[in-house]
């Protein structure tokens, strides 16, 4: 869930050349790209400018697996749980894994080197149909993969520390000096500014400035403008939106109806696993907090209304559901990625922003205490 291909353009402007100039020129560029691909035959050949991403399946599969990244789709046979893709990229560049569909995105970043993967196979369900499940468990010879091992191992280090904003601030003005041009880096920034707003306003426009915006990619970096643009309109310290929504009954529910007390709004969906798998911890939640003035308003993003409520009663939620069918609500608030959630209080005005429970937790007990 938590986490989300260019190529370089050059200009050439006002140049005027004469004709007898201009063939002179063309004869050259035609000698400059035949030799041009005699020596990228060589290399792809020796891997000095190639990458090569082999890797072992564990599980019982033996169709073809996928590899895309910008306009490249390429497909091999998996043979004696193996395969192995061969190509080349101007740059590191993000693409993906996939077994034959229906079938999960397996992320990866794609650069020149020598790439060794181990994954593992499941049989999954989405929206009750068979789904083919790969699930990267090691990447060897990648830089891109250790760096992305790097943070994670940091985040996961450090994320429950009361002086984490300061770390991760600290943290990722060095990573990203290291890493300017490497595409992680806006995604890292995409994500903060727009899926997990850890850091302030201020501080990821400081660490944007560092950042080499020609290589990375537009996706991240209209997901780190987005972020910014809706940190203006629904940060912390901001009301929150003022919103109707049917509920299991089809009334229209107003948000203000929740006002007078501290409520966890809560953006989820049937088909959303990481969703499914935190509503336990939000009915503990809301026991652990019923006699502290707390509510809990699940908005789901569904499609499908009968999916909503069947997914509804199996988690047994009873707290108050609504249904953002039409995605308007979620739109608004330029939610990318579920779960995510507010935090208000009793007047509608943000107090946090995609919060862990723990984080919850810290707040509504500040909150109990005063």
Known sequence: ??????????????????????????????????????????????GNRSFIISGTINGDYSD?????????????EIINNSFKFEGIVERPTQGWLNLKPDANVAWLYIENSDIKIKADYENGFQNEKPLNVLIIKEIEGSYSAEIQKEYREFYQANQNKENFKSLLYDK???????????????????????INPVLSKQELIQLYAKMDTTQQNKDDLEMFKMGIATRDLYGVGKPFLKFKLPN???????????????????????????????????????????????????????????????AVDMDNL?????????????????IQAIPFNYLIDEEGIILGV????EQVEKIISGKALR
């Open 1 to 46: 869930m938590y986490f989300q291909c260019n190529l370089s353009i050059i200009k050439l402007v006002g140049v005027k050349l004469k004709k007898q100039f201009m063939k002179i020129i063309s004869t050259l560029l035609i000698i400059v790209i035949c030799i041009g691909c005699k020596q990228t035959s060589k290399e792809i050949i020796s």
């Open 64 to 76: 073809f697996i996928y590899l895309n990244y910008g306009e490249i789709k390429d497909s091999v």
């Open 172 to 194: 990722l003005e060095v990573f990203i000096d290291k890493n300017s041009t490497h595409p992680f880096s806006g995604t890292v920034l995409g994500e903060l500014a727009l």
């Open 248 to 310: 299991i009954k089809d009334e229209e529910v107003h948000v203000s109806t929740f006002f007078g007390k501290t409520t966890l709004i809560d953006f989820w969906a049937s088909w959303c696993k990481p969703c499914r798998e935190k509503h336990p911890d939000l009915i503990k939640l809301k026991k652990r907090f019923e006699k502290d003035n707390f509510e809990i308003v699940g908005i789901s993003i569904d499609d499908k209304k009968e999916n909503w409520l069947k």
């Open 318 to 334: 009873e707290w108050t559901n609504l249904l953002d069918i039409n995605k308007e609500v979620s739109s608004e608030l330029g």
């Open 354 to 357: 995609n919060l862990s429970i």
